[in-house]
C-alpha cells in the first residue's frame, strides 16, 4: 500500500478530528500531497495541498478551519480538521500529485483507501 489514510471518525459539530496519511519513502519524497473528500453522493473535491517545502493552499471551504502538514521523518501527511461541520462529512482521501504553473494541484493517479468522517449536529 503506497498511501494509508487514517483518523476518520464519528465527531460532534464544532469538535475537531486529525487524519493521518502514511506514504511510501518515494512517494513522500517525490511528490506533492494532498487530501481530497467525497461526501455522501457527491464526487470527489480537493480539500488541500502542501508541497514539499511545506508551502500549501486550501479550498475556501475549509481555510481557516483545517490545517494541512508533514512529517518528511514519519513520511506522513496529517490533516488537523477544527471547527467541523456537518456538511464536512466525507470520505477523506490523501493524494500525490503535482503543481502546474497556475498553481492548481494535479493528482496522479495514487490514491489512499479513504476515512470516513462524520459530523453530527
Known amino acids: 500500500v503506497q498511501l494509508q489514510a487514517s483518523g476518520g471518525g464519528l465527531v460532534q459539530a464544532g469538535g475537531s478530528l486529525r487524519l493521518s496519511c502514511a506514504a511510501s519513502r518515494t512517494i513522500f519524497s517525490r511528490y506533492v500531497m494532498a487530501w481530497y473528500r467525497q461526501p455522501p453522493g457527491q464526487q470527489r473535491e480537493f480539500v488541500a495541498w502542501?508541497?514539499?517545502?511545506?508551502?500549501?493552499k486550501y479550498s475556501d471551504s475549509v481555510s481557516g478551519r483545517f490545517t494541512i502538514s508533514r512529517d518528511s521523518a514519519k513520511q506522513t501527511v496529517y490533516l488537523q480538521m477544527n471547527g467541523l461541520h456537518p456538511e464536512d462529512t466525507a470520505v477523506y482521501y490523501c493524494?500525490?500529485?503535482?503543481?502546474?504553473?497556475?498553481?492548481?494541484?494535479?493528482?496522479?493517479?495514487?490514491w489512499g483507501q479513504g476515512t470516513l468522517v462524520t459530523v453530527s449536529s
Open positions: 502542501i508541497g514539499r517545502s511545506g508551502q500549501s
Open positions: 493524494s500525490a500529485g503535482r503543481i502546474d504553473v497556475s498553481g492548481t494541484y494535479l493528482p496522479y493517479d495514487l
